[in-house]
């Protein structure tokens, strides 16, 4: 067992010292990593770093290379910082990893640091540079055996003519820049070209000397036809800004667009210009480097001075600042544009949108417009077929007339019933043609109503069928179709009218019989009162007195007269009480009319003899029959005559009376009754057939007399069917003449 385990550690040593030379073998034969140190002169989130890290990636992706990477973060610190800090953290990393076989830096400061700590540092290992502002140190190191690189050369005059090109309204450049050195070396090439560009104001503002708040401020001064162009700026007074966040600021404090130099500064808010491309640079010195670390000498490779460059713009912000594209140089690189085709589409897609959004608007107005309008035109049409009604079957009589003609324009079925006439008739008629005023009347009338000096007017309107009515006419001005008409309502007041002229006849009537009454009382007194004086003064003297038979007889004779003429009084009163009360009867029967007139004759011609009167009483019958008669009363007949031949004789003193009657050809009998005595004035023609009327010479000359006779008489002669008249002059006696029906020709047969 012993000597088996003996066996086995010897085989296991065997096997350990043989992988051990195995390792040996491989570590001599595979080639050792390349160590390379690289100095960014920023921080690791600055721009110009991840373009030189892509740069660096492309070239040193392999596994022959290890990449070791250190910041100064140089914008932050000044180099009394950042050298010391830098200096233990390489020493460090040399400790670890022994020497670096290259040392790669980009701008300006970490290759001013690698130059400055060269040799105790790094030895004779290489040195790649990109990114140098400072043209003088690059070309001192143009013939060094082991430092080279490519020199950062902006072309500022590139990108100013570029400027002219795009803007040629711009007359201000306002470059702006801090006081770093890249900042510095900028603005002296900027100063340099300004002699050799005319035209052109050249303005500088350093943002070191200011904080952010005093740069805001200072930007709204801006003038508009002013382009902004960044140089190398980040520090500002207060702190350090990225060059994303200075454009953001520019961008929200002036409205003019900002030019820059650098490709990878584009895509941040700025146009373009002639940029540097960095990532260019920096990859042409990451191969450099490359073949130097494979062998190559550094004095192959000559510092690389002028580095192409490229126009470059961002087409957004091209676009939100109006700029012309045609304006642009040819060959020039746009970003943020993934193809023209859909600029065009966008351009005509926002001009099709907005002539969508156009129409949809002017549509959607236009419906909006068109329902309403539809609204309205419905609305107005229940409207006007209300007041067509309104009109049409209104119960007043309504016409439209034409204030300037008088013609009818319409009427309403009510006024078509009243006037008789159809709708088409009506319309051709004019005011003047219904209304019984004269023309001119009516005109003033219809002036009147239009200038609303009055509204209610009364007129006489005559209908087709020639009937002439009272009416009441309002009218008020209206407008139709902005055209002024009158419309009238007519009101039917004949009626109205009528029952006014009765109240008023009857008001006048009962007025007239108020005084009739009174006068007939105060006659009455006076006329029954004389007589009835006479009659208890004669019999009184008769009962007292011895008289001689003589005087009695005188005074029974004048007893017995008065006594006559109180009972014809009597009479007279009886008969007009009945005829007021219109109970008077005439009972006609045979008369023989020329018996009444001889009678009446000798009983007239007695009394005139009796009362020795100096006129002669002459009689003329209308025919000579002695039977000729006719169908009368013949008592009120003879009534009437006695009535006339007693006031013929009350009222003549001398020359003739005469009554007779003739035969008229119309089959009437026309009676005359005719004095030579004192006339009655023609004025009083008419008022002595009314109850008590007297004329006043009568009262003068103190005639006897009620005044009821004559108006007995007529009454009575149009109860027999006839009409009472006279011809009268004063002192020209007077004529009486009546009409009774004649005879029928059978009667007289
Ligand atoms: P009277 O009884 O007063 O005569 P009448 O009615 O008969 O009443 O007459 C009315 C009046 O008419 C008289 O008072 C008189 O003034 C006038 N008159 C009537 N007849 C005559 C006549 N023949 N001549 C003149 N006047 C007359």
């Known amino acids: 067992m012993k000597q088996t385990n003996g066996k086995k550690n010897y085989f296991a040593l065997k096997l350990g010292m043989g992988l051990f030379a195995l390792f040996l073998l491989l570590s001599l034969v595979s080639p050792a990593k390349k160590k390379i140190l690289y100095l960014n002169s920023y921080h690791l989130q600055y721009i110009t770093f991840n373009t030189s890290k892509q740069a660096l990636d492309e070239t040193f992706a392999s596994d022959d290379f290890v990449l070791d990477v250190e910041f100064l973060d140089s914008k932050q610190f000044g180099p009394e910082i950042y050298e010391e800090s830098i200096l233990r953290r390489i020493n460090t990393r040399l400790r670890n990893r022994g020497s670096y076989d290259m040392v790669l830096t980009s701008d300006d400061n970490a290759l001013r640091f690698v130059l400055k700590n060269h040799v105790n540092l790094f030895g004779k290992a290489p040195v790649v540079f990109w990114g140098l502002n400072d043209l003088e140190l690059g070309r001192e190191l143009d013939n060094d055996s082991l430092v080279t690189g490519v020199v950062e050369k902006t072309s500022i005059k590139k990108t100013i003519e570029f400027i002219r090109q795009l803007q040629p309204e711009v007359k201000e450049v306002i470059a702006y820049r801090d006081s770093t050195i890249s900042g510095d070396k900028d603005i002296k090439i900027f100063r ?195 007041y067509e009604t309104l009109f049409r079957d209104n119960h007043s009589i309504s016409l439209i007339i034409d204030p300037l003609t008088g013609y009818i324009i319409d009427a309403n079925n009510t006024a078509l019933k009243y006037y008789g006439y159809s709708l088409q008739e009506i319309k051709k008629l004019n005011m003047t043609d219904i209304n019984a005023l004269p023309e001119t009347d009516v005109k003033e009338r219809m002036y009147q109503a239009q200038k609303a000096l009055r509204q209610g007017f009364v007129f006489a309107h005559r209908k087709k069928n020639g009937e002439v009515k009272d009416v009441e006419v309002f009218s008020g001005l209206v407008h139709l179709n902005d055209k002024p008409y009158l419309h009238s309502i007519v009101v039917d007041i004949t009626d109205r009218l009528k029952a006014e002229r009765q109240i008023i006849e009857a008001k006048q009537k009962a007025e007239e019989s108020d005084n009739l009454k009174s006068a007939f009382l105060a006659n009455m007194s006076h006329e029954i009162r004389t007589p009835m004086n006479s009659i208890l003064g004669f019999s009184d003297l008769l009962m007292k007195e011895e008289i001689p038979s003589e005087k009695r007889n005188e005074f029974v004779r004048l007893i017995y007269s008065n006594g006559e003429h109180l009972l014809t009084l009597i009479n007279d009163i009886i008969d007009i009480s009945k005829i007021e009360a219109n109970q008077l009867k005439v009972i006609k029967k045979e008369c023989h009319i020329n018996k009444l007139m001889d009678q009446l004759y000798t009983e007239f011609e007695n009394q005139r003899v009796n009362e020795n009167k100096q006129f002669r009483l002459l009689i003329d019958k209308g025919t000579d029959k002695p039977d000729y008669k006719i169908i009368t009363d013949c008592t009120r007949l003879k009534q009437v005559l006695i009535n006339l031949l007693s006031n013929a004789f009350k009222f003549t003193e001398e020359g003739e009376i005469e009554f007779g009657y003739k035969i008229r050809e119309d089959g009437m009998l026309q009676f005359y009754v005719k004095d030579s005595g004192i006339g009655i004035p023609r004025s009083k023609h008419e008022v002595v057939f009314s109850v008590f009327q007297r004329v006043e010479d009568s009262f003068t000359k103190n005639y006897d007399g009620s005044g009821l006779g004559l108006s007995i008489t007529k009454s009575l002669i149009e109860k027999l069917g006839g009409q009472i008249w006279l011809m009268s002059e004063p002192s020209e006696g007077s004529r009486f003449y009546f009409t009774i029906p004649g005879a029928d020709e059978q009667l007289n047969m």
């Open 192 to 386: 340099a070209l300004k002699d050799s560009i005319n035209g052109l104001v050249f303005s500088e503002f350093n943002i070191s000397k200011y904080t952010i708040a005093e740069i805001e401020e200072n930007l709204k001064t801006v003038p508009s036809n002013a382009a902004l162009l960044k140089l190398s700026s980040a520090v500002c007074k207060d702190r350090v800004v990225n060059p994303g966040e200075l454009s953001r600021l520019f961008g929200k404090v002036t409205p003019v667009p900002i030019y820059n130099l650098h490709v990878h500064e584009l895509g941040l808010g700025y146009v373009g210009g002639y940029l540097i491309d960095y990532y260019g640079h920096a990859l042409q010195a990451c191969k450099m480097a490359k073949e130097i670390i494979n062998g190559a000498s550094p004095s192959e490779f000559k510092v690389v001075f002028n580095p192409p460059g490229k126009y470059m713009v961002d087409r957004k912000v091209l676009n939100r600042f109006g700029l012309n594209i045609n304006r642009l140089p040819k060959d020039t690189e746009l970003i943020n544009t993934p193809s023209d085709e859909f600029y065009i589409r966008k351009d005509v897609f926002i001009i099709i949108l907005g002539f969508l959004i156009v129409t949809l608007i002017v549509l959607g107005i236009n419906t909006r417009l068109v329902f309403s309008k539809r609204r309205l035109e419905k609305r107005l049409m229940t409207s006007q077929e209300n």
